[in-house]
T-cell receptor, first 110, second 115 residues
Framework: GQQVMQIPQYQHVQEGEDFTTYCNSSTTLSNIQWYKQRPGGHPVFLIQLVKSGEVKKQKRLTFQFGEAKKNSSLHITATQTTDVGTYFCATGGGADGLTFGKGTHLIIQP | EAQVTQNPRYLITVTGKKLTVTCSQNMNHEYMSWYRQDPGLGLRQIYYSMNVEVTDKGDVPEGYKVSRKEKRNFPLILESPSPNQTSLYFC??????????????FGNGTRLTVT
């Protein structure tokens, strides 16, 4: 199945700074889903992107799907302590399920 | 409330002692799957099921069994657990395998320790 590489693995930011995580593939992706997992919690779906060049926003979160559909990014503007957690990208979702990236751990220092 | 329910939340056992982790969903979802989460490795799929009586191996199926006798339940069975199966396990469900746009709904997780 399709595979995705996610970077960085860890990101420390000061509260109020911006944060970006990237998801890359060597092959064209059918879709990208993004999930957030709070410490001690379970992954929760955030959004799905399917179109080339697609950009979607949820308040301070901006999600992009590359023109070639080989990469995606999640950008958080002015991080808050509630943004702490691990952000996963995932692709696929057909018969054999989703393949997840290894995640980016966001650590916020007040 | 729509949810995926796993039990138990925490489990400590010894090598070789058979165990079952239960998973139930109340959303009438056709598709269910099991993942394990390990530091540095992310979420890896163990087994999945597209519908009742239909199961298939994921990326890391060795040492695990599943069954899907009813639509709502998808238990994970470890016949002879070993320490390398110490992990955080998540059950998840989705509307159907053909509904690629539908998100995965995860249970709260089961933290298993095998000594």
């Amino acid at each position: 199945g399709q595979q995705v590489m996610q970077i960085p693995q860890y990101q420390h930011v000061q509260e109020g700074e911006d944060f970006t995580t990237y998801c890359n593939s060597s092959t064209t992706l059918s879709n990208i889903q993004w999930y957030k997992q709070r410490p001690g919690g379970h992954p929760v779906f955030l959004i799905q992107l399917v179109k080339s060049g697609e950009v979607k926003k949820q308040k301070r979160l901006t999600f992009q799907f590359g023109e070639a559909k080989k990469n995606s990014s999640l950008h958080i503007t002015a991080t808050q302590t509630t943004d702490v957690g691990t952000y996963f990208c995932a692709t696929g979702g057909g018969a054999d399920g989703l393949t997840f990236g290894k995640g980016t751990h966001l650590i916020i220092q007040p | 409330e729509a949810q995926v329910t796993q039990n138990p939340r925490y489990l400590i056992t010894v090598t070789g002692k058979k165990l079952t982790v239960t998973c139930s969903q109340n959303m009438n979802h056709e598709y269910m799957s099991w993942y394990r989460q390990d530091p540095g490795l992310g979420l890896r799929q163990i087994y999945y099921s597209m519908n009742v009586e239909v199961t298939d191996k994921g990326d890391v199926p060795e040492g695990y069994k599943v069954s899907r006798k009813e639509k709502r339940n998808f238990p994970l069975i470890l016949e002879s657990p070993s320490p390398n199966q110490t992990s955080l396990y998540f059950c998840a469900s989705r509307l159907s395998s053909g509904a690629a746009n539908s998100p995965l709904h995860f249970g709260n997780g089961t933290r298993l320790t095998v000594t």
